[in-house]
């Protein structure tokens, strides 16, 4: 996560550092709108997908890292993003390639978590009249006193 937040520091740096003089004004203004109808729509797209993952992973404390690690992330690019967007100097061609690399690292991410909810098993387990469903990434077993349904 400290990585992933440097990275996006020098990306952000580097936006400022390499700017380049201000376009004219409804030129840039026209561009940011282009980002937002394009872009918007990923970014919210991944949040859903990300919140999803996270309450099909709850169970199991290193996937729900990654799920809140990744929500950080995306958070945090975003945060980069509208920062550069409303600045007038940062040039458009470098929030886009942000844009893009973050998009392509959330995908994978996304990967990832489908294929760790494709292995969840679960199992329902009974005590008496007492139901219980108990989920796991490997082989899931009842807790002590339940029976496998």
């Not at 561009?31 to 309450?55: N, P």
């Not at 409303?86 to 390639?97: E, F, G, K, L, T």
């Amino acid at each position: 996560m400290i990585m992933k937040k440097a990275i996006l520091a020098i990306a952000s740096i580097a936006l400022v550092l390499s700017s380049t003089p201000a376009m004219a004004e409804g030129t840039r203004a026209d561009e940011v709108i282009a980002f937002h109808t394009k872009y918007d729509a990923q970014f919210d797209q991944i949040l859903v997908k990300f919140t999803a993952a996270k309450a099909k992973l709850a169970f199991d404390p290193a996937s729900l890292a990654l799920v809140n690690n990744s929500i950080s992330n995306l958070a945090e690019t975003r945060r980069v993003i509208e920062q550069n967007l409303s600045d007038a100097n940062a040039p458009m061609a470098n929030v886009v390639r942000l844009a893009d690399e973050q998009l392509g690292m959330f995908s994978l991410t996304q990967f990832k978590l489908d294929n760790l909810i494709a292995k969840i098993k679960t199992i329902s387990c009974v005590k008496g009249k007492a139901v219980k469903k108990v989920s796991s990434l490997a082989t899931a077993k009842c807790p002590a006193g339940y029976k496998k349904k």
